[in-house]
């Protein structure tokens, strides 16, 4: 059984339960955000912080990412698209691309699918050899590794949807005119492989999930409770990787006013 097989898909939270969840978690890191661009604390620069969303079409990623960046302040963040290739780019090894898009010391970016693209689509659409596809993995590890040592914290999710939550989604996107430009035919044509992404995606969580940065499978039948799941999560890791880089936490900042208080 794998890792998707496992996914409990019924979790939910309540509209309450959501927007509590929702103002502590925004505040956390944006006070995490502050401190490791070195606007708050000692004034230090801390690592970058990469957070990477892979997944299904429809799977939830575009809401998580609102969450996790819309409150914050729009010079202190990059939200970055992977489509295919361009002809430049595909002169290139495969993750040359991505190269200029990494977050510095202190800075942060949120990349709406990556590198993995090589070992998902390029593998079941035939854009890349199988030797190719299949040499990515300890390349990625490589890379993933080094970046996590030298600069960053790397949070990596795969959003996931049951078949008949994503044909429910698409349906919505399609009677909607603000978002039928969402919706195209290399879609519904995608759902027909849904399987084999599936099976690659277990390949993958096997193959590239490391101790400095492992996977993190979100169930996302219920966007509420994936966003919130995702939006923890980053809080989680962040605080993790300052104190892995040897930076004190700050305590969240209700804590600070209770002490205050006394």
């Known amino acids: 059984m794998g890792v998707l097989d496992k996914l409990d898909m019924s979790q939910r939270l309540s509209r309450d339960e959501y927007y509590s969840k929702l103002a502590v978690g925004q505040q956390r890191i944006f006070q995490l955000r502050l401190h490791l661009g070195g606007l708050m604390g000692p004034g ?10 892979e997944g299904p079409d429809a799977s939830g990623k575009g809401g998580a990412i609102k969450v996790l960046v819309g409150h914050l302040d729009p010079r202190h963040y990059e939200v970055v698209a992977y489509a295919a290739p361009t002809p430049k780019e595909k002169n290139h090894h495969f993750l ?13 970016a949120v990349f709406d699918r990556s590198w993995y693209g090589r070992v998902l689509v390029e593998r079941i659409e035939g854009f890349a050899t199988k030797a190719e596809w299949k040499r990515a993995y300890k390349a ?3 890379f993933e590794e080094s970046l996590c040592q030298e600069s960053l914290i790397v949070v990596k999710f795969w959003m996931h949807v049951s078949d008949e939550e994503q044909l429910r989604r698409f349906e919505g996107r399609a009677a909607d005119p603000l978002k039928a430009w969402k919706l195209t035919e290399e879609d519904w044509r995608n759902r027909e492989k849904n399987r084999a992404y599936e099976a690659a995606a277990e390949e993958m969580f096997e193959r590239t999930s490391h101790k400095l940065a492992p996977w993190e499978v979100i169930a ?20 993790q990787g300052m104190r892995r880089w040897g930076l004190e936490v700050p305590p969240p900042f209700e804590k600070v006013e209770a ?4």
């Open 259 to 262: 002490a205050a208080e006394n």
């Open 44 to 53: 230090q620069l801390g690592p970058g912080l990469l957070v990477i969303l």
């Open 140 to 142: 990625i590890v490589d």
């Open 96 to 108: 040359w691309r991505f190269y200029q898009t990494l977050p510095g010391l202190g800075e942060m």
């Open 220 to 239: 996302g039948e219920q966007k509420r409770f994936a966003r919130i799941a995702v939006l923890e999560t980053v809080i989680e890791r962040v605080e």
